[in-house]
Structure formats: C-alpha cells, structure tokens
C-alpha cells in the first residue's frame, strides 16, 4: 500500500549542498516515523536522521549541525545537507516505521555523489 519516491540526489563538491525529498502514498498511520539512512558500497545501510509524526528529530553524530530532516502533514519528507563531505557520499534511502500496524517501508534509493 505504501510508497516511497526519493529525489533530488546528485553530484556535488565538498562544502557544497543538496537537499533531499521523499514523497510518501497510501495509507500511513500515526504515529510513525520517518527516516532517512545511507548505504555506501562495501558498507551497512545506517539512519541519518529521523523523525516522528510529532515532530522530534534525532540526528547521526556525523551530521549534527550539517543536516536538517523535517516533514509536512502530508507525510513528504525532506533532508536539507549543507557543507557535503566527500564520505557522505551514498545513497540515501526514505524508510517510514509504522507503528500500528507494525510496517517498515523504504524507498529506491538517490545517489549522493561528494567529489572535488
């Protein structure tokens, strides 16, 4: 039922930023949340930040102060990364944890690329 649409993946230099969305459909129910994790290649997939239908975040240390997760009433979602360092290069995955009933849902994958 549920699906998850990531954009705005791409080639950036370091310093440089990107900001990411995920467009959610069908029938989600709150509460829940919503995350977004990266994968690199040889690597596990890992949460980057998330946050719940009521509004708190939480953020991996690695990009404390760098990125922003946010998300509107309509269940979109979005990542704002500013001052990209070559190893957040991955890609980034839109993952939604439903709480009742219990569903765990993801999305295809963007393609983050940091390179000078």
């Known amino acids: 039922q549920v699906q998850l649409v990531e954009s705005g993946g791409g080639l950036v230099q370091p310093g440089g930023s990107l900001r990411l969305s995920c467009a959610a459909s069908g029938s989600i129910f709150s509460p829940n949340i919503m995350g977004w994790y990266h994968q690199a290649p040889g690597k596990e997939r890992e949460l980057v930040a998330s946050i719940s239908s009521f509004g708190i975040a939480n953020y991996a240390d690695s990009v404390k102060g760098r990125f922003t997760i946010s998300r509107d009433n309509a269940n979109q979602m979005y990542l704002q990364m500013n001052s990209l360092k070559p190893e957040d290069t991955a890609v980034y995955y839109c993952?939604?944890?439903?709480?009742?009933?219990?569903?765990?849902?993801w999305g295809q994958g963007t393609q983050v690329t940091v390179t000078s």
């Open positions: 993952n939604i944890k439903q709480r009742w009933p219990m569903e765990d849902y």
